[in-house]
């Protein structure tokens, strides 16, 4: 067995989205290479409505998937091939958006105003970019739920884990997506392949991750006595986890638990030529898929 090192950590960043959502960005527009086969990470978690009810209208995608889940709320969601339907608390879509897609995403929050929610976005390798787009729209029942002897706790929405697999199949990057609970002052292991680029998303509680040597947390300034010092702090929420090579990552939860996406899959180890929702292999392909969006005829 062998650590994955921790080899960076982040924290977000609020930006508007949409028609004027206040979101956390995770990752996005960055070096693709950072994290390939993702893309970007959104948490769009709000408590006002005012925030996030313009939501998402219609727009395009092409080239990639994403992947929504849903916390608390609900997501209106429509699309050009006249799909339409709700995403509530727990529930998954894995879209692919595949040779283009025109759909819309209008966040409604649940009864105490809350909109807590992910949006993940996967690359498509170029033998695929132009293939047929399809849904699958995955309910908060049919997501499998492992719960360990210590009370740790995984939702497994795409890939296997602990002897269960979760329901979402056929993705090109062979990705596992799982939602992990650790109890307070628990510490787990949990395997992870070798080949597949990995990282953690912590949005409740805290904790550390070890490396192959020391524990790693959140290089912080704080002060004693009067004096500014860099300590390393736990990780805790909103904090982006990036793991290095290796089997297996280890965290420590802190007093109040920690909860976290563990998400990885395999490199597509290919060009990207990115504008917006649209990711392609190269400019041309950029350009031409523009200019279908100009004459009407991005929707085949």
């Given at each position: 067995m062998s650590i994955r090192p921790v080899t960076h950590i982040g924290s977000t960043q609020p930006i508007l989205e949409g028609a004027g959502v206040r979101l956390e960005r995770v990752f996005g527009f960055?070096?693709?290479?950072?994290?390939?086969?993702?893309?970007?990470?959104?948490?769009?978690?709000?408590?006002?409505?005012?925030?996030?009810?313009?939501?998402f209208p219609w727009h395009p995608h092409r080239g990639i998937e994403t992947i929504t889940y849903v916390l608390a709320g609900t997501?209106?969601?429509?699309?050009?091939?006249?799909?339409?339907?709700?995403?509530?608390?727990g529930d998954v879509q894995w879209m692919t958006a595949g040779r283009g897609i025109m759909h819309q995403e209008m966040p409604k929050g649940d009864a105490n105003g809350r909109m807590h929610g992910f949006q993940l976005w996967?690359?498509?390798?170029?033998?695929?970019?132009?293939?047929?787009?399809?849904?699958?729209?995955?309910?908060a029942k049919d997501i499998p739920v492992v719960v360990d002897d210590d009370g740790t706790s995984a939702r497994i929405i795409c890939g296997s884990f602990w002897g269960k697999s979760g329901p979402v199949d056929g993705i090109a990057a062979d990705p596992q997506y799982l939602d992990i609970h650790v109890p307070a002052g628990r510490k787990k292991r949990f395997k992870v392949d070798t080949y597949k680029q990995t990282f953690a998303y912590i949005?409740?509680?805290?904790?550390?991750?070890?490396?192959?040597?020391?524990?790693?947390?959140?290089?912080?300034?704080?002060?004693?006595?009067?004096?500014e010092l860099k300590i390393r702090d736990e990780t805790g929420n909103r904090s982006l986890v990036i793991f290095g090579s290796g089997d297996e990552i280890v965290v420590q939860a802190g007093d109040e638990g920690i909860r976290f996406l563990l998400v990885s899959g395999a490199p597509i180890k290919e060009p990207v030529a990115w504008h917006g929702p649209i990711v392609m292999n190269t400019r041309q392909e950029l350009i031409q898929a523009v200019s279908e969006l100009q004459n009407g005829t991005f929707i085949r």
């Open positions: 960055q070096d693709p290479e950072m994290l390939d086969p993702f893309l970007l990470l959104d948490d769009f978690r709000n408590e006002r409505p005012e925030d996030y009810l313009k939501g997501v209106e969601h429509g699309d050009s091939l006249g799909n339409t339907g709700n995403l509530g608390a996967a690359n498509l390798p170029s033998s695929l970019k132009m293939t047929e787009p399809r849904y699958q729209d995955v309910t949005f409740e509680g805290s904790g550390t991750f070890e490396g192959a040597s020391d524990p790693f947390g959140v290089l912080t300034e704080k002060e004693f006595g009067g004096e």
